[in-house]
């Protein structure tokens, strides 16, 4: 029995139903631009992001700077860029990170049942109890800040959410025909786990890390602007923000420009995750 | 299950899980290397000694964890290491009064604005409304608290001088940093009243509802509105979380003297003692808001009840 095979028409009838939907497809297309724009964008300015103009210090957007620059004559849009690549780099490995783990204890918990599931879930209960922002400060604190330090930091209790959704799943289809038939034809416990199970559970765990991205972009940029972020002469959307914001009153747009964009990235984000989620699973959609 | 068999294990998982808080704390306090004195130039011996046994900084490990749980349970934080002389307790006690002012009145515009904005929504489904009040939904879920507030600070106060910039005192101070804090979880009531309300108005009850033929205002308040406090209940906890690590930075923002302010400040500052202190107390803020809103949904859903 060959799970692809049955797994092939469920995708195509998603993928026709995303494309029906078209605040996800704003979402999709807009985070395209987002990610060719990252990558490429800083070839069209001949000014790197580091290079200070001191005679040019806070000058407004131009022909010459097209985001203006900052208080020390950097220019905003090479650093904008630079801003994308640093967020999503750090939403989309704290959320594949997340992924990977939360799929793993989700699955293994979901799939033995009993005692040691039991154990597991509460284990899970009590660290989510715990307050997740203010732990990853202290952490942040203590080990000094920076990307992979702030990366540690999210995903040590993000994996949370998708191992419940994982396991809830799981129980959910443990029991069903499928599973006896595979289970029947002579099929070991763990190709059950890989090749039914968890191949059954891919929309959900699509969805979950495309909604669990805006989250970490957003707790990044929360986290630069409290400056517990990436240190300088890097930069990302947070920190620009958090610098921008004493200038407020005589130059808003270094200010602007990185709140526009980290919006508009959670703004797309968000949008094809409730796309994916309506798309995987039609319920429900109302 | 029963109310006291889920009360005492709840309870238990809340005395368990504040334990669990306070070791971490302490812990990690301890495993920075160095001690608070050691970046002053050069202090005499003597001095020292003394400056660690004022501190019981020369006691042996468990004694001080000992102390520690001690000073904990009688609601005694320690003192601040950069503002000499202060208890951190103290500067809770001054500056929580103002923060929960300001996260009481982001609660009540959430629920108020969310509820509306979602029924609205669930009751005009498929219509401009409904899609008018989902699309300001999900770019209040995309646009981070601390930008709204910048935003607004921009257009309301430099622009147009209707309200104050910044300060603390009068009403007229807190409906930015109010209205900036409670953007995202008004979004998120509204998401989730609007898609509990559908999922409601299409039970059969509600169509035996109409056949008895109650009118419409009836069958809402009656049926729809009651089924729909539970979920926006058991999202209290999370909303909790949320104004409260919002309120970090509106209240850097804003300039407001709050728990929060002191919070950032203790941070830039390195202030262990304090930054300990203060997430405690949040934590423990946190777990009894969690643990009072599941009793309270324990109380109210019998669903609950059967499941657990």
Same mark, same amino acid.
């Given at each position: ?127 989510? &109890? ?23 930091? @999210? ?33 070991? +416990?763990? +190709? ?95 | ?16 899980? %504040? ?31 003394? %400056? ?54 982001? %609660? ?8 509306? @904005? ?44 209707? @309200? ?26 509204? +998401? ?24 419409? &205002? ?91």
């Amino acid at each position: 029995m060959n799970a692809t095979n049955c797994t092939l028409p469920y995708f195509r009838e998603s993928i026709f139903r995303l494309k029906e939907n078209r605040a996800a497809m704003v979402g999709l297309w807009l985070l395209i631009f987002l990610f060719i724009a990252a990558v490429i964008a800083p070839f069209f300015t001949p000014y790197s992001y580091y290079e200070t103009h001191l005679s040019l210090k806070n000058y407004p957007p131009s022909k010459e700077f097209w985001f203006g620059t900052d208080e020390l004559g950097r220019n905003v849009f090479s650093r904008i860029w630079l801003g994308a690549r640093i967020s999503l780099f750090v939403g989309i490995s704290a959320a594949f990170i997340d992924m990977i783990i939360g799929v793993i204890y989700g699955a293994f918990a979901g799939f033995i049942g009993g005692k040691i599931d039991e154990m597991m879930m509460r284990f899970c209960d009590i660290l989510n &109890s715990l307050p997740q922002l203010l732990i990853v400060i202290i952490l942040l604190v203590l080990m000094g800040p920076g990307l992979t330090t702030i990366i540690l930091a @999210l995903t040590l209790t993000g994996w949370i959410n998708m191992a419940r959704i994982i396991r809830g799943h799981i129980h959910q289809i443990k029991h069903l025909d499928f599973v006896m038939a595979a289970k029947a034809l002579g099929a070991s +416990r763990f +190709r059950i786990l890989t090749h039914h199970l968890i191949t059954n559970a891919v929309g959900s765990i699509i969805t979950t890390v495309t909604l669990t991205i805006p989250g970490a972009i957003f707790t990044e940029s929360f986290l630069s602007f409290l400056g517990l972020g990436v240190q300088a002469p890097m930069a990302s959307w947070g920190t620009m923000a958090s610098d921008g914001l004493p200038a407020l009153r005589f130059y808003p747009w270094r200010l602007f420009f990185p709140a526009f964009f980290i919006s508009v990235t959670m703004f797309a984000f968000n949008l094809l995750g409730d796309g994916l989620r309506d798309a995987f699973d039609p319920r429900l959609r109302r | 299950m029963s109310w006291a068999y889920y009360l005492t294990y709840k309870f238990f998982t809340l005395i368990f899980s %504040l334990f669990l808080v306070a070791t971490a704390t302490f812990v990690l306090m301890h495993v920075i290397p160095g001690d608070p004195f050691s970046q002053e130039q050069t202090i005499p011996e003597e001095i020292l000694k003394s %400056l660690m046994s004022h501190y019981e900084l020369d006691q042996p490990l468990y004694k001080q964890y000992i102390h520690y749980l001690k000073g904990l349970i009688r609601f005694d934080l320690g003192p601040s290491f950069k503002y000499e002389g202060r208890m951190i307790q103290d500067i809770i006690r001054e500056g929580f009064g103002v923060s929960a002012t300001l996260g009481a009145l982001a %609660l009540i515009i959430s629920i108020v604005a969310g509820g509306t @904005l979602g029924s609205l929504a669930a009751l005009c489904r498929g219509k401009w409304q409904d899609w008018l009040s989902m699309l300001m939904a999900v770019i209040g879920m995309s646009v981070p608290s601390f930008i709204l507030a910048t935003l607004l600070q921009y257009v309301f106060a430099m622009k147009f001088n209707l @309200l104050p910039i910044a300060r603390w005192g009068e009403f007229r101070h807190m409906i930015l940093p109010a209205v900036s804090l409670s953007a995202f979880p008004t979004a998120f009531i509204a +998401r989730l009243v609007r898609s509990n309300m559908v999922e409601i108005l299409e039970q059969e009850y509600i169509v035996a509802a109409k056949a008895r033929g109650l009118g419409t &205002s009836k069958i809402l308040l009656r049926h729809v509105v009651k089924n729909c406090i539970l979920p926006v209940l058991s999202y209290l906890g999370p909303l909790f979380a949320s104004i409260i690590t919002g309120s970090f930075v509106i209240e850097k923002i804003f300039g407001i003297p709050g728990l929060g302010g002191w919070f950032v400040m203790s941070i830039t500052n390195r202030d262990y003692t304090m930054i300990m202190g203060i997430t405690l107390f949040y934590s423990a803020i946190l777990m009894i808001a969690v643990f009072i809103v599941d009793l309270l949904s324990f109380s109210i859903d019998p669903r609950i009840r059967r499941n657990q």
